[in-house]
């Protein structure tokens, strides 16, 4: 099994910057893509951005593109979610979610339902 935990959020003002931070442990040698949601109150959950962990590659959701960047530290089994002018639509729970490639299927990255284990998530507030 794997362990998510994602830490780093809190308050900011409209404009600011902030990164969370998504720390994984257990069986961690099988983790095939590395993926960011939220959800706000009263809503469902939000695809945010996603990365693969042995190439790097990223991709985002239209409301967040130009604006977010997800990188990975393999020897650290972290991934980080840098958010950048931010707004206050950007509020909600963030959420780390991995899928694994022991799995054998197609991973949709934007399905939350395609990944295998979730973080307790993390609250970030904008101001406005």
């Known amino acids: 099994q794997v362990q998510l935990v994602e830490s780093g959020g809190g308050l900011v003002q409209t404009g600011g910057s902030l990164r969370v931070s998504c720390a994984a442990s257990?069986?961690?040698?099988?983790?095939?893509?590395m993926g960011w949601f939220r959800q706000a109150p009263g809503k469902e959950r939000e695809f945010v951005g996603a990365?693969?962990?042995?190439?790097?590659?990223?991709y985002y959701a239209d409301s967040v593109k130009g604006r977010f960047t997800i990188s990975r530290d393999k020897a650290k089994n972290t991934v980080y979610l840098q958010m950048n002018s931010l707004k206050p639509e950007d509020t909600a729970v963030y959420f780390c979610?991995?899928?694994?490639?022991?799995?054998?299927?197609?991973?949709?990255?934007?399905?939350?339902?395609?990944?295998?284990?979730w973080g307790q998530g993390t609250q970030v507030t904008v101001s406005s």
């Open positions: 979610a991995a899928a694994l490639s022991a799995d054998g299927s197609i991973v949709v990255v934007t399905v939350s339902d395609h990944y295998d284990y």
């Open positions: 257990g069986a961690t040698s099988n983790l095939y893509v």
């Open positions: 990365i693969s962990w042995s190439g790097g590659l990223t």
